[in-house]
């Protein structure tokens, strides 16, 4: 979706003239008298003439310092609608989790439909992502961003009425998610319009996955504090706000660009469904996705066994709140650190072995740590995300323009599939092994399906791969259009 580019000042240096005596003006008998000469202006020392029309160089100890890092993103105004736009969706979505489930639990009593209230977040994400991909591409990336959003504005407003049943609070819910995936395909796609597809949007992407973990440690306070003073409608009635407000910032925000790739004739389903099969077909594009998607399916499992597992150590229940935040902290942080100290290029060379290590501290949990021990494995497994950030410019690189938006769009949905997965197998296993077992196996098993994949990664990559695997993939590019 979310070409403007933010890119560094121009640093090249036009040849100064050098000093001269201006040449004296013959005056031809009859002819009109010359132009008074204008006196050349006083410039600072330091400065030379040059020839007019062009701009004096001037040396850079006098040229304003152009931004650099997250500064440089934030320069961009049209990532700073989009990026107030994700955080008022965002805050808005998980206020009405929230606030949902609590309206199903007083409507029903029942904690199992409570429950299934949280699992319809994720469940419709891999629908959505697969079967409707296509439109993040057949469509210009605004109209898309503006229209899901006030789809779900619409789907809440359906939730504020009174008479809406829990059967069709839940079906709405599925609806919400299945616009999801749409959306942030979309919306990471036209990152690389406005930011470029290189630094800019890296950085970029780094800070919109910032945002998105910081919501889960604010969003869930704020809807706390409101549900104390408003009702769970109530407290929704503010999603079907930030909806509105999101679908206000990009429309009026961010500029009008054309689609991707035209109306192919074909039916969205099989447009989508093609391009799945052409995304996932590319060896080098399923490697990069992959890598993306197996890591969060086995660091999830400490967060799904939180409330077991402080149960087991005997801690307060207070406690849970350390051992479910301490995972987003350490990825803000290292993610920070990463995305302002780290080059480009160093940002590349640390993704494979970050990623190979990432889940290591987990195997801590096969001592049956206490919080102190537990709440530093999990700070550092977060810590481990920041491979992500490099692994975004190798992604953006290895998928052809026409197929990004639908490519993005898988992404998303096979990511939110995968960790509501692993949570699921790690509850599972939990029904037949300690806690402690588990969380620590996560770690190990993780480890060694990632070391794989970064065996493959490293496989893959340009100029390591066969002629012929070159050519096949040049040609999915082709006939992709």
Known sequence: MPNDRSAPADTSRTPTAPDAVAPAVPVVPGAPAPDAVTPAPVLPPGVAAVPEGVAPAVPDALAPAAPRGYRAVFAVAEFRAVFAAHLFSLLGVVVSELALTVLVYDLTGSPLLSALTFALGLLPYLIGGTLFAGVADRYPARRVLVVCDLLCAACVAVMLVPATPVAGLLALRCLVAAIAPVFTGTRMAALTDILGEGDLYVL???????????????????????????????????TAVTFLASAALLRFGTRARPARSGDGGGTLLKESLAGARLILGDRRVRALMLLFWVPPMF???????AAPYADAIGVPSAALGLLLCSMAVGHIGAELFVGSALSPRNRSRIVLPVAAVGLLPLVV??????????????????????????????FVDAVPEELRGRAMTLLTAGLMTVQGLGMALAGLAAEFFPVHQVVAGSGILGTVCTLLLVAEVRATAPGRMSDTEGRDR????VTSG
Do not use: K, N
């Open 204 to 238: 970029g992407r780094s800070l919109l996955r910032i945002v998105s973990q910081s919501a889960m440690l604010i969003g869930f306070g704020a809807g706390g504090v409101l549900l104390t003073v408003l009702s769970p409608r109530g407290a929704i009635t503010v």
């Open 299 to 305: 660091v999830v499992a400490p967060e799904a066994l």
């Open 365 to 394: 949990y096969a001592v049956r740590p206490g919080l102190p021990l537990a709440v530093t494995a999990l700070a550092l497994a977060g810590a481990g995300a920041a491979y992500v950030i490099g692994l975004d410019q190798w």
């Open 474 to 477: 040049a040609d999915r590019h």
